[in-house]
Each structure stands twice: as C-alpha cells, then as structure tokens.
C-alpha cells in the first residue's frame, strides 16, 4: 500500500470523527454546521474516487464527470435542506 493512499485512509477517519463532532455540537449554528458537514463530506467523497476507484489514472473527463456530479449530489443536498 502506498503512503498516500494510507494518508488519504487516515485522513477518512479523521473527516468522519469532525463531521461526528460537528453533528454532535448543539450549540453550533445549525446551517454552518450541516453546510460544514456536507463539505467535509465533498472531501471526503471525492478523495475516495480518487485514491480508492483509481480514478486519479482515468481519464479526464471522467474524473471531471465524477466531481461535477459529486458536486452537483452535494449542492442539492445543501439547498433542499435550506429550502425546507
């Protein structure tokens, strides 16, 4: 295993334990903490594709294809939530 794919696994963990704390916290905010979440959440979604699914080796446009629609996944998310 290489060392960035260990540090990209070790930093998943680390996202997870904020984005529990974040949730956790009652005294935050409620839309700074969830639009927190959701971004720790983008990172880590995407530093997944990238490391895990080998898609830092595909091409291009799939790799662009990926964040956009990650992206896109998130930003609806975030603005039905704010909606409701």
């Not at 060392?3 to 996202?15: K, L, Q």
């Not at 959701?38 to 964040?67: C, E, H, K, N, Q």
Request: hydrophobic share 65%.
């Amino acid at each position: 295993m290489s060392h960035r794919v260990e540090f990209v696994w070790f930093a998943s963990v680390f996202a997870s334990f904020i984005t529990l704390g974040i949730g956790s916290v009652e005294d935050c905010a409620a839309t700074a903490s969830m639009i927190a979440m959701f971004v720790i959440t983008l990172a880590f979604v995407r530093a997944i594709g990238l490391y895990f699914m080998d898609l830092r080796s595909a091409p291009r446009w799939v790799r662009v294809f990926f964040d956009v629609c990650v992206s896109l996944g998130i930003a609806v998310i975030v603005a039905a939530t704010l909606i409701v």
